[in-house]
C-alpha cells in the first residue's frame, strides 16, 4: 500500500514538473498555480506513505539510503510549498518539481528497508534528530538552486543578453539574493537544532555528546561554511555573486555528508549500522 502512494506522488511530482517547466516556457501564471497546487495534492499520499512505512517497520524510516530519500523529499518539497506561498520565486519550481520527482524515482528503486534495525532506531528523539536537519537540508536546497539561478542570470546581465531566453524568464539579482536569505535564516536554524538534538541524543544512547565519526566532521565544515555566509550577510553585508558560491559550496559538503558519511565511511551513522544488531 505505501508503495502505491508513493506512484501517486511521484505522478503528481511529473505532473507538476510539466506544469513548472511550462511556466517556465510559456511564462503563464495559471500554469505555476497549478503546479503548486498539484505538488500539494502530491506531498498528501507522499506524508501517508511515510507513516505507514514508520507503521509497518516499528521505528522511523530512516535505515536505508532509500527510506532517506524519502524523508528528504518529503521535506524538499513542504519546504518549497511554504517558501512558494510566503516568498514566490516561481521559476524555482522548474528546478524544485524534477529534482523532487527524481529523488522519489530513487527511492522507488532502491530497496526499503528489511528485517531487524539498531535499538538506536527505536526513539522519538532520534525521529526529531533527523526530520529537523533534514527539513534544513531541504531549505538549503533551495538555496542552491537559488544560487544556480543568481549566476545565470548575472552571465546574462554581464554578456548584456538583455533580450536572451533565460534573461526574460528568470527573476531579478535582488529577488534571487532574498531567496538566497529567506533560505538560509529557515534552513540554518532547523540545521543546527538537528545537529543539537542529534547530539542530544548521542549523549542518552551512546555517553557522549560528539564522536568525530567522518558524517559529525563533514556536517560540522557544512555548519561552518553556512555560519560564515549569515554572519557575513548580517554584519559585513554579503551579497550576490559571493553569497550564491558560499551557498552552493555548502550544499556540496552538505551531498558529500548525506551520501558520503553515510554509504562509504564505517561509523554509527553509515545504514550499515541501522540494519544490523549491536
Not at 529523488?103 to 530497496?111: E, F, N, T
Not at 544512547?205 to 555560519?227: C, H, M, N
Not at 550544499?251 to 553515510?262: C, E
Request: aromatic letters at 16%; charged letters at 10%; a positive charge.
Amino acid at each position: 500500500m505505501a508503495d502505491v502512494l508513493l506512484y501517486l506522488s511521484l505522478m503528481a511530482y511529473f505532473g507538476g514538473t510539466a506544469l513548472w517547466l511550462g511556466f517556465f516556457l510559456a511564462q503563464r501564471e495559471g500554469l505555476c498555480r497549478a503546479g503548486a497546487w498539484v505538488m500539494g495534492l502530491g506531498l498528501i499520499p507522499h506524508t501517508l506513505a511515510l507513516c505507514l512505512r514508520a507503521w509497518n517497520y516499528g521505528h522511523f524510516p530512516a535505515a536505508t539510503l532509500g527510506d532517506t530519500l524519502l524523508v528528504l523529499d518529503w521535506a524538499l518539497v513542504a519546504a518549497f510549498l511554504f517558501l512558494n506561498w510566503r516568498f514566490p520565486i516561481k521559476v524555482l519550481g522548474a528546478l524544485a518539481a524534477p529534482l523532487a520527482a527524481l529523488m522519489i524515482c530513487g527511492a522507488l528503486i532502491l530497496p526499503p528497508g528489511r528485517g531487524p534495525v539498531s535499538p538506536l532506531l527505536n526513539s522519538l528523539w532520534l525521529a526529531v534528530h533527523i526530520i529537523l536537519a533534514l527539513l534544513g537540508y531541504a531549505a538549503l536546497t533551495l538555496a542552491f538552486l537559488g544560487g544556480i539561478f543568481y549566476l545565470v542570470q548575472e552571465r546574462q546581465l554581464k554578456g548584456k543578453k538583455f533580450g536572451s531566453f533565460f534573461y526574460r524568464r528568470l527573476p531579478s539579482l535582488e529577488q534571487l539574493d532574498a531567496l538566497n536569505y529567506w533560505c538560509l535564516t529557515i534552513g540554518f536554524p532547523l540545521f543546527t537544532l538537528g545537529i543539537i538534538a542529534g547530539s542530544l541524543y548521542a549523549q542518552h544512547a551512546l555517553g557522549r555528546f560528539w564522536s568525530w565519526d567522518p558524517k559529525e566532521v563533514l556536517t560540522l565544515i557544512a555548519w561552518l561554511i553556512y555560519a560564515v555566509l549569515l554572519h557575513e550577510r548580517l554584519t559585513v553585508g554579503w551579497r550576490g555573486r559571493r553569497a550564491a558560491l558560499l551557498a552552493i559550496c555548502g550544499f556540496l559538503v552538505l551531498v558529500i555528508t548525506f551520501l558520503g558519511a553515510n554509504l562509504w565511511f564505517s561509523s554509527y551513522h553509515s545504514f550499515e549500522s541501522f540494519t544490523r544488531q549491536p
